[in-house]
């Protein structure tokens, strides 16, 4: 159990890839309804980490629609606070450091392996568009070292995951869970070849640096919980608790994404649609 001196703290966590829809909503929802029970503190984070997908356009609509649902927030881009910045483009330092920590303790190797490669090499029977194939360990022999490269040579750095160790860990709201390493997730990059930090290691850092003490997210992310332990062990940071939240699904049962244009908060706004009534029944 973190040490919780300074109260329940939890965050929204947005990425501006696009608008945001009615399921990010529903999630960020329960988020704030779980901080204002604990009495706790919110705080926005811009998860802009990813400049090949993300727009500035959608940052701006992204607080806009957020505010016009309902939401506050203590701390965040627009807010201030004082375990800033809170955007995640401004936060590279922080990403450098736990990747040299990473390294110097010998978790991390750099993996020249392309998708296609990965692809040709495994076969990959639980893959499903929402994970990622298990690594096949080409380069794991590979020293934890760049020294033997070519400057020019593109790799990723892919943490080493303990092949057969069980994570397991009690979820606030779906309650334990349990995941084999190399079984259910291998090996998985920390930092891409394109110098951009990969999301578990960017979430991890800044979850410890900002106090969060609770993530609510979606329950698609409860194998990259597993990841992330493994990240906060190696780091030596103590995790938080985690409360993982069922999606929200179409009228055809099909998990709603950005794509889901006519369920964005804009669409929707537009169409007339208040605040009061899209939370019936949440
Ligand atoms: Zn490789």
Redesign the pocket.
């Given at each position: 159990m973190p040490p919780n001196s300074k109260g329940y703290r939890g965050r929204l966590a947005p990425s501006p890839t696009g608008y945001l829809h009615l399921g990010h909503a529903r999630t960020f929802w329960i988020a704030q309804q779980r901080a204002r029970a604990h009495d706790g503190a919110l705080v926005l984070r811009n998860d802009d980490i990813d400049a090949r997908r993300y727009k500035l356009e959608f940052v701006a609509a992204m607080i806009e629609d957020l505010r016009w649902f309902g939401f506050e927030w203590n701390e965040g881009p627009d807010a201030g606070g004082p375990l800033g910045p809170y955007n995640q483009s401004e936060r590279f330092p922080f990403y450098r450091a736990a990747l040299d920590q990473l390294q110097a303790g010998g978790c991390i190797y750099p993996?020249?392996?392309s998708r296609k490669?990965?692809a040709a090499a495994t076969r990959a029977p639980h893959a499903t568009d929402e994970d990622e194939p298990i690594?096949p360990?080409?380069?794991?022999s590979?020293l934890s070292s760049t020294n033997n490269f070519q400057p020019a040579t593109r790799?990723?750095w892919?943490f080493r995951v303990p092949d057969g160790e069980t994570i397991s860990f009690r979820d606030e709201h779906l309650g334990p869970q349990r995941f084999v390493a190399g079984k259910d997730f291998g090996d998985f990059v920390v930092w891409r070849h394109d110098d951009v930090p990969a999301y578990q290691l960017s979430v991890v850092v800044d979850d410890a640096a900002m106090e969060i003490n609770e993530v609510v997210r979606g329950a698609d992310l409860l194998k990259s919980t597993a990841r992330q332990l493994l990240v906060y062990q190696a780091l030596s940071l103590p995790p938080q608790k985690f409360f993982h939240c069922p999606l929200m699904t179409d009228k055809a049962g099909v998990r709603l994404a950005k794509r889901h244009d006519t369920l964005s908060l804009r669409k929707l706004r537009e169409g007339g649609a208040t605040p009061e009534a899209l939370r019936q029944g949440w």
């Open positions: 993996c020249t392996c490669d990965i690594y360990g080409n380069c794991r590979k790799f990723n892919r």
